[in-house]
Each structure stands twice: as structure tokens, then as C-alpha cells.
């Protein structure tokens, strides 16, 4: 089916799906201000909104890993276009606080749904290396379609357009995704045990699974925790905010577009340790470095984070098949988990590290600057600690795939 014009089909209408849920990300971030004012919104109440996106997310993506062989990823999808559709115009015509949570918790829900649907679809319609690519390519259109909607956003507001009009732009490529899908057959397991929960449960319960569930986190983390604080840290080392952002989701997407093909060289297993190595020089780099050469850092940050998701994904899927569709959702959602509970941790020691700075007498920018630094110098501990955890999976895969050969022959 991997090469056939229905397997393509659903390809095209899960990067649909997924320009989507990014457009819901960088397009709320981008209208929160505007939100806030006109609805006299406190901080903390935009934050509970935000919240509601990420809870979502987990939510959706285990329950469909769980569904997902019993009634098939189209019906998940069709949850999908429900969610994403009624969650846009709910938001659209919110008026009070509690509208906002329910809206944006079932965009969330829709995200989500798309990453349990989708995945499991690609693994299943395209094989070998070509499963690789087309996973890479799948996940390209996140920071992808990050840059189209900040870029969007920042144009719509900079015009003066509501942010009601900013929202409306969501619903285009789900429309798009829902026409695609409409009608279309979903691909069959490729391994027969993949379709039952029992098989899932019991490869999931290995030990290389449950190693990977460790890894994942800490990819999240490397991957999501230095980009929430860089913006803030950044502008006040004098770099441009808007610049990192459009050069490390613009990298990422190129990156991933090429994925197929540096998976086929280096395996899974040589690229995320690639992946890790880099992304410690970026986060370090960020920490260390101020104005021209915080881009130099951003380069490193984006080849070294690029790869962690889908690779994550696809490692599952090549190497641990039997744990089918709720594998690869059970590990996404791990990554959204960690990465929420990390969140506030690292709030912590933002706050800690501000406290050692005003002790020394620092100030204004300067104070910013200096705890934003030394919270990033502690984040390169989680791509460092990953450097050690990749090398041992390597050698781990590597000894694995020669026993398997020796027993073969």
C-alpha cells in the first residue's frame, strides 16, 4: 500500500491534520494578549485556558492508542474534525472564561486524536526506510506549521484584525484534512499481534519499551522546556525573539523533511544519539552566548531537536511493532506528560536563579538575562544525561539485531 494513491491520500490529509493543531498553537499563543485585554483576563487565567491544550493532548492520545485497532483510525479522525471544528467556533464565540476552558480543551482533544490516528497509519501504509521518511515528513509540518501561523498572527495583529479572525484561520486546514480522509480505507496491522491489547501491553512491558518511555521524556523536555523561556532569555541578550523562533521551527522542518534519508544512514539509534549531542551544544550555547551568536546556537538547538519526536516514534514502530498503535501513542503521550510536569519545575528555578541574581545586586535586564542563562545551564542536563542513555540504546540495538542474525544463520 506504501506506494499506492490512497496510501498517499491519507498521507497528505494527516499533515493537514497536524498543520492544524500546530496552527491552534502558535495562532492562541499569538492572540493571547488581545484575548487577555478584551476579555479582561487575568495571567493566571490565560494560563489555566492554556492548560486546557496540553491536558487535552495526553488525554485523546492514550484512548485512541487504546481504540485505535477496535474501531479504526478513521472514526478517530472523525472525532478529530468534531473536536477541532466545534472547539474553533466555540472560541470564536466565547464570551465568558469557562467556554474558553472547554473550547480549547477539545482542540486539545483533537490534536491529540490526530498524533493516536495518524502515526499508527503511516507506520502501517508505508514499509521499511520509506516509513522513516514519511514519519519525518509527517512531523515536519508541526514547526512547520508553527512558522505559517506566527508568521500569520503576527501579520493579522500588526493590521489590527481581531483575534476572532485569527482563529477562523484553523478551520482552513481542517477543512482540508476532513475532505482528504472523506472516504478513504484505513491500512491493516502489518503485524498481526499489533491489533490486540494483550500484545501491546505485554511489548510494552519489555524492558527496551520501558527505557524508551525514560528517553522520551527527557527528549520532550530537551526538545520543549529551553524553547518556552529562549524567547524572553533571548530578547534581553539582544537577539530578535521572532528570528530564533522562524530559524529553529524553520531548520526543524527541513531537518525532518530530509529525515528519511539520515535515518537510512545512521538508523534510529545513530540519530537520536547525533540528536542528543547536538541539542547539549545548542542548550549550552544558549546558555553562554548573547546577541549574533545566540543564532549560532539556535542552529545546533534545531538539528538536535529536530529528530527526537518522530525518531522516538519510529523507533517504536520498527523495533517494538507488537506494542501497535497504543505504543506509539503511549510514548507521545509520556513526552506531552513529562514535559507539563517539568513545566512549573522549571518556573522553579527560574525564580531561584532570579533570587541568586538580585542577591548580587543585578537588575532589570540584566537580572532577566543572567537567571534565564543559568535556568538554561541547568536544562543542559537533560540532552547531556540522554548522550549516555542513547549511546548504551546503540550498542543495546546493535547487540540485538547480531543475535537475531546468529540465530538466523
Known sequence: MGTGTNAKRLFYGSCFALISTALSFSIRAGILKQLGEELSFSAEQLGFINSMW?????????????????????????????????????????????????????????????????????ADAFKGSKMSTMLNRFHMWFPGGIVIGSLLSNFMTAEEMSWQSQIWMIMIPTVIYAVLFWGQSWPKAKVKEAATIGSNLQAMLSPLFIFMLICMALTAISEFGPQQWSGLILEKSGANPMLILALVTGLMAVARFFGGAVVKKFDQTGVLLGSAILATIGIYLFSTQTGEMAYVAAVFFALGVAYFWPNMIGFVADKIPKSGALGMSIIGAVGMFANS????????????????????????????????????????TFPAILIVLFTVLYFWVKSRKNTKEVVSA
Open 54 to 122: 496540553f491536558l487535552g493532548f495526553p488525554i485523546s492520545m492514550v484512548i485512541g492508542g487504546l481504540i485505535y485497532h477496535k474501531v479504526g483510525g478513521k472514526v478517530i479522525m472523525q472525532f478529530a474534525f468534531f473536536a477541532h471544528a466545534i472547539g474553533i467556533i466555540m472560541t470564536i464565540y466565547a464570551t465568558s472564561y469557562a467556554g474558553l476552558l472547554v473550547s480549547t480543551l477539545l482542540i486539545g482533544l483533537g490534536n491529540g486524536c490526530t498524533e493516536a490516528a495518524c502515526n499508527p497509519m503511516i
Open 341 to 380: 510536569i517539568f513545566s512549573p519545575i522549571i518556573g522553579g528555578w527560574i525564580d531561584t536563579d532570579k533570587a541568586a541574581a538580585e542577591a548580587n545586586g543585578l537588575t532589570g535586564d540584566q537580572l532577566d538575562l543572567v537567571a534565564g542563562q543559568a535556568t538554561l545551564g541547568s536544562m543542559v
